[in-house]
């Protein structure tokens, strides 16, 4: 009986785990984006007319970005989370195993008793955990002092594989969002494929030039200063779809490396950044400081005086650029 007792003590801790899981649901910003039409420029297109191609195409593929970049941060604290849950149970499984020792043995004594063969046996024979509490509602036929705890382990089994299921069917989902979002951004890297030979046509290359010398970061105090020293560092380094340095960076990776590197963890997606963080407004701005464009589809770190760094798109290096390169939608503070 003691032993019994122990081993529903521990199915009720990992219980109360399993209970407690947050299960992050995926943001509306997550739904795959529609790929943009293929864009062809005629012979003799204008500069202009390149530019604009390349800058339509350049936002498309940004949207998408940054939900890959979204649902590969919610994947990963999902699989987090399952595996905490596992290593919680591993005990509670291993009990099982004695628990169905003690059963057999509790079926034996009542089989002796005058109990039925045939009830004993297929009862005893449960070979999963699924089949052990299908079964236990038998054991009122053989071990009627232990109903109690019978009905707890049911009922907490009940909870553990409800909430695994839901779980492993979130996993899933997100997996195959993964593999649909990966699909777009390969087709919009296509099309950007084309442009950028365009690109090369008048520019003479498909990736901006940049220098090897950079302005050095200006001193500032606080945490702040050392995350506009870490941007100012970055300078000139290319936009890489999904990356957080230290080659490379898009516009959420280079705000999570720069936080990172002062001991901030923040998720690798624009809005989710921006709901991770203090909401201030544009008179609050101090060197550090975030700024949202494109309804948080794009995000950059303030650095003081009017300018911001950020990793801009595709085919651009990590640079400084006014605040008001695009129309500031709201501003934050991690």
């Given at each position: 009986m003691r032993t019994a007792r122990k081993w529903l003590l521990r199915v009720a801790v990992v219980s109360s785990v399993v209970a407690g899981l947050a299960i992050p649901a995926l943001s509306a910003s997550a739904a795959p984006a529609s790929a943009s039409p293929v864009l062809t420029a005629p012979t003799g297109s204008s500069l202009a007319s390149i530019q604009k191609q390349i800058k339509d195409q350049a936002t498309a593929l940004e949207k998408i970005v940054e939900q890959?970049?979204?649902?590969?941060?919610?994947?990963?604290?999902n699989q987090?989370?399952?595996?905490?849950?596992?290593?919680?149970?591993?005990?509670?499984?291993?009990?099982?195993?004695?628990?169905?020792?003690?059963?057999?043995?509790?079926?034996?004594?009542?089989?002796?008793?005058?109990?039925?063969?045939?009830?004993?046996?297929?009862?005893?024979?449960?070979?999963?955990t699924q089949d052990l509490a299908n079964r236990m509602t038998?054991?009122?036929?053989?071990?009627?002092?232990?109903?109690?705890?019978?009905?707890?382990?049911?009922?907490?089994?009940?909870?553990?594989?409800?909430?695994?299921?839901?779980?492993?069917?979130?996993?899933?989902?997100?997996?195959?969002?993964k593999k649909s979002l990966a699909t777009q951004k390969a087709t919009i890297n296509t099309k950007l494929a084309s442009l950028y030979k365009l690109r090369t046509q008048a520019y003479g290359r498909a990736q901006e030039a940049t220098s090897s010398s950079h302005p050095a970061a200006p001193y500032l105090p606080g945490r702040g200063g050392k995350v506009v020293a870490f941007a100012y560092a970055?300078?000139?380094?290319?936009?890489?779809?999904?990356?957080?340095?230290?080659?490379?960076?898009?516009?959420?990776?280079?705000?999570?490396?720069?936080?990172?590197?002062?001991?901030?963890?923040?998720?690798?997606?624009?809005?989710?950044?921006?709901?991770?963080?203090?909401?201030?407004?544009?008179?609050?701005?101090?060197?550090?400081?975030?700024?949202?464009?494109?309804?948080?589809?794009?995000?950059?770190?303030?650095?003081?005086?009017?300018?911001?760094?950020?990793?801009?798109?595709?085919?651009?290096?990590?640079?400084?650029?006014?605040?008001?390169?695009?129309?500031?939608?709201v501003y934050g503070r991690p």
């Amino acid at each position: 009986m003691r032993t019994a007792r122990k081993w529903l003590l521990r199915v009720a801790v990992v219980s109360s785990v399993v209970a407690g899981l947050a299960i992050p649901a995926l943001s509306a910003s997550a739904a795959p984006a529609s790929a943009s039409p293929v864009l062809t420029a005629p012979t003799g297109s204008s500069l202009a007319s390149i530019q604009k191609q390349i800058k339509d195409q350049a936002t498309a593929l940004e949207k998408i970005v940054e939900q890959y970049d979204g649902v590969n941060t919610t994947l990963a604290k999902n699989q987090a989370t399952e595996a905490a849950m596992q290593k919680q149970l591993a005990p509670t499984l291993a009990s099982l195993d004695t628990a169905r020792k003690q059963v057999g043995s509790i079926a034996a004594v009542a089989y002796m008793d005058g109990g039925s063969l045939s009830t004993m046996s297929a009862f005893v024979s449960s070979s999963s955990t699924q089949d052990l509490a299908n079964r236990m509602t038998l054991l009122s036929q053989v071990a009627s002092l232990r109903q109690d705890e019978i009905a707890s382990f049911q009922r907490l089994t009940a909870t553990y594989q409800t909430e695994k299921q839901k779980l492993d069917a979130l996993i899933a989902a997100e997996n195959a969002q993964k593999k649909s979002l990966a699909t777009q951004k390969a087709t919009i890297n296509t099309k950007l494929a084309s442009l950028y030979k365009l690109r090369t046509q008048a520019y003479g290359r498909a990736q901006e030039a940049t220098s090897s010398s950079h302005p050095a970061a200006p001193y500032l105090p606080g945490r702040g200063g050392k995350v506009v020293a870490f941007a100012y560092a970055q300078l000139g380094k290319p936009y890489v779809f999904a990356a957080d340095g230290p080659g490379s960076y898009d516009c959420s990776g280079l705000v999570e490396a720069a936080y990172r590197s002062v001991g901030v963890s923040l998720p690798h997606n624009a809005a989710m950044q921006y709901h991770a963080i203090s909401h201030i407004s544009r008179s609050q701005l101090s060197p550090g400081d975030l700024v949202f464009y494109s309804n948080l589809g794009h995000v950059a770190i303030y650095i003081g005086g009017g300018m911001v760094i950020h990793a801009p798109q595709p085919g651009e290096v990590v640079k400084k650029a006014s605040v008001n390169m695009m129309t500031p939608y709201v501003y934050g503070r991690p």
